[in-house]
């Protein structure tokens, strides 16, 4: 759709988070005339394992956000709709659509481990790298197909649909039964990278007889929206729906994201970064390389397990709130008065991938108070994104303001070097190189009050352009509503940058220390967190 509808209708942005769902309308100018949000549950019915229910997480999210919506919109025309969810994640449906089981979310599910095993030996570690762009990891679709057929066999046997959260809602919508590209880079070893279609014979492999979706990019319209759905939706029917497509890449769009060597820190519930390449990195460093939201591009993408997950199990844990967390907090020196905390509360992702790994927090004494406990969490967290921010210059992207390139992963500082991670001339005001690193956005529900970003920027030395809009992917989902719709909207009008995170050196000195002790203390633990993790296994088993 062009002309008058696509240049005065609103653009409709639905996201579903893994706690929550938010929505948006807006204007082909960007601006939000409404904003709605809403909380849900996430199912960990055992561990490792981490679920929703498609039917009364997604769909009822989307249905309560889209009546708001429609209702705020009044009787201006609506030109477009596009969704995004989390992903990937593996939900079989029937033929009808109807789900045969709750959806096996992300990476941070990692029941798949002996699948992961046995179809990296089968395939060659090499090859699938070469293929695909990754390395199996909990992170991939494919061992969950075949833990998925192992396991319920009588499922697998059922199941004619193959969704994501964000297929899901476009089928419910539309009838249509597609995918787009970047999810589909991310069900691994499953899709052809440089191909850009389905590994047919590996798909074959791993989900036998499962019908595969069309392959559409996420800035295409996949469908209308059809009578059934619009008298369940009160959206009106024929309206467009685009292909949708993962959360974090939706978000990605929404702040600018777009240019060879920018990259993206999500502050969510789990943290998640995303780097623009102009050509595939492919690596058996560990991280993910992904086709990008737009046609003929890719990226980049670590993730972390768990973030803002664990300060909410501290809040939850103490009765607190997050303002007088954060307070508290802020009134404690960096470093935590000597303690160091291992954020791996779920296993961790990238760079690690070890679904084993467990939290730690080193140094306790009876003298440690909660302001300790909860900045010594958005510490760890801060040095799991150095971490990262440093196996991404690794595996041959770009390095991020600030940020200096091949230093860390266990290479020394140079000799001299009186701040190590601040190259000289890239310190607080300091102006890019040409050509040089790229620029490091920070987005999410953390970024709001401060303090987190000013430590992450603390312990990478990285300055972080932080928007105006934080409602994240949702706004990313109506962009590319209007870009699917030839509206042509200019993304830095919709969300210019409101500051900048600068690092202070007085601090750098300190988490350098700490960083280093950091990431001697995972392979120090190691034995140690997996048998934890081996007993916490046969307790699930036997209860």
């Not at 609103?10 to 601006?31: I, Q, R, Y």
């Not at 481990?113 to 679709?141: F, H």
């Not at 040095?383 to 196996?391: F, K, M």
């Not at 401060?450 to 920027?457: A, K, N």
Request: aromatic letters at 8%; one cysteine or more; proline letters at 7%.
């Amino acid at each position: 759709m062009s002309g008058p509808v696509a240049e005065s209708g609103l653009f409709l942005g639905v996201d579903v988070g893994t706690s929550s769902s938010k929505g948006v309308l807006v204007t082909a100018k960007g601006e939000i005339l409404a904003r709605v949000s809403r909380p849900h549950a996430t199912s960990y019915p055992h561990p490792g394992w981490v679920e929703h229910d498609a039917e009364t997480v997604w769909w009822a999210d989307f249905l309560a956000l889209t009546r708001e919506l429609v209702a705020a919109a009044g009787d201006r025309p609506l030109a477009a709709l596009a969704v995004s969810g989390i992903g990937p994640v593996l939900l079989p449906a029937d033929a009808e659509g109807h789900p045969l089981r709750p959806a096996i979310l992300y990476g941070v599910d990692t029941r798949a481990a002996r699948e992961i095993a046995e179809l990296t030996a089968e395939l060659g570690a090499e090859s699938i790298v070469e293929r695909g762009g990754t390395p199996l990891s909990s992170q991939a679709v494919g061992p969950k197909w075949r833990w998925l057929a192992r396991h319920e066999p009588e499922v697998f046997e059922r199941t004619e649909l193959f969704l994501m959260a964000s297929s899901y809602l476009v089928y419910r919508l539309t009838g249509e039964y597609v995918l787009d590209h970047h999810s589909a880079s991310q069900c691994d070893p499953m899709y052809d990278l440089r191909a850009g279609a389905w590994a047919a014979d590996w798909a074959e492999r791993v989900a036998p007889g499962v019908p595969l979706p069309r392959l559409v990019w996420p800035t295409e319209v996949a469908g209308t929206v059809s009578a059934a759905a619009a008298a369940e939706t009160g959206l009106p029917q024929g309206l467009p729906v685009t292909a949708g497509t993962v959360d974090a890449w939706a978000e990605a769009t929404s702040v600018g994201v777009a240019d060879p060597g920018d990259t993206m820190v999500m502050y969510g519930t789990t943290m998640f970064l995303i780097q623009v390449l102009a050509e595939p990195r492919l690596s058996l460093s560990g991280l993910w390389t992904t086709r990008g939201a737009f046609p003929g591009t890719y990226t980049l993408a670590a993730g972390m397990a768990t973030s803002g997950a664990i300060t909410d199990w501290l809040r939850k844990l103490t009765g607190g709130d997050f303002a007088d967390l954060v307070r508290q907090a802020g009134e404690v020196p960096a470093g935590s008065r000597g303690l160091l905390l291992l954020p791996y509360f779920a296993g961790e992702r990238t760079p690690l991938f070890d679904p084993d790994a467990r939290g730690i927090i080193a140094g306790l004494t009876i003298g440690h108070g909660l302001g300790e406990l909860y900045r010594a969490a958005l510490e760890g967290i801060a040095y799991g994104v150095r971490h990262n921010l440093e196996a991404m210059q690794a595996a041959g992207g770009k390095g991020v303001w600030g940020l200096a390139p091949r230093w860390g992963l266990g290479v020394a500082p140079p000799e001299g070097r009186a701040v190590w991670g601040l190259a000289p001339g890239r310190g607080p005001g300091a102006a890019p190189p040409e050509g040089g690193a790229g620029r490091l956005v920070a987005v999410g529900g953390g970024t709001q009050g401060g303090l987190w970003t000013q430590i992450v920027s603390d312990v990478t030395g990285a300055e972080q352009q932080v928007p105006a809009e934080t409602i994240g992917a949702a706004l990313g989902d109506a962009l590319l509503a209007a870009v699917a719709t030839g509206a042509e909207p200019d993304a830095a009008a919709w969300n210019p940058v409101a500051g900048t995170v600068r690092p202070d050196p007085r601090r750098a000195a300190v988490y350098e220390k700490f960083y280093r002790r950091y990431r001697e203390l995972y392979p120090a633990t190691l034995e140690i967190a997996h048998f934890l993790a081996a007993e916490q296994h046969a307790a699930d088993t036997n209860e």
